[in-house]
């Protein structure tokens, strides 16, 4: 079964720093592009950080460049995301996803974490 399984979310106060985790399982991974995306209630899901299958290149959203960081870790079929510098406006729930090669965007999703930023 092909499961992403995201962890390290939680409630911290603006300004903190929390990283999340997703771990992948049930096929290889090592080949895809990563990404980790974000979303509030009513409002669509937003990419927020993307990476290639070896790490050398990575994409950020605006609203959190200089501020998240987005790696992985092959050996361990691991995706990671550190968010710094957490403002209220960061506040959602945060999915990671798989983009297989060739295949037609996002294929895999896991549950999802909520992050939530207190002022």
């Known amino acids: 079964q092909v499961q992403l399984v995201e962890s390290g979310g939680g409630l911290v106060q603006a300004g903190g720093s929390l990283r999340l985790s997703c771990a992948a399982s049930g096929r290889t991974f090592n080949w895809d592009r990563m990404g980790w995306f974000r979303q509030n209630p009513g409002k669509d899901r937003a990419l927020v950080a993307a990476i290639s299958w070896s790490g050398g290149t990575a994409s950020y959203a605006d609203s959190v460049k200089d501020r998240f960081t987005i790696s992985r870790d092959n050996a361990k079929n691991t995706v990671y995301l550190q968010m710094n510098s957490l403002k209220p406006e960061d506040t959602a729930v945060y999915y990671c996803?798989?983009?297989?090669?060739?295949?037609?965007?996002?294929?895999?999703w896991g549950q999802g974490t909520q992050v939530t930023v207190s002022s």
């Open positions: 996803a798989a983009d297989p090669p060739g295949a037609l965007g996002w294929s895999y």
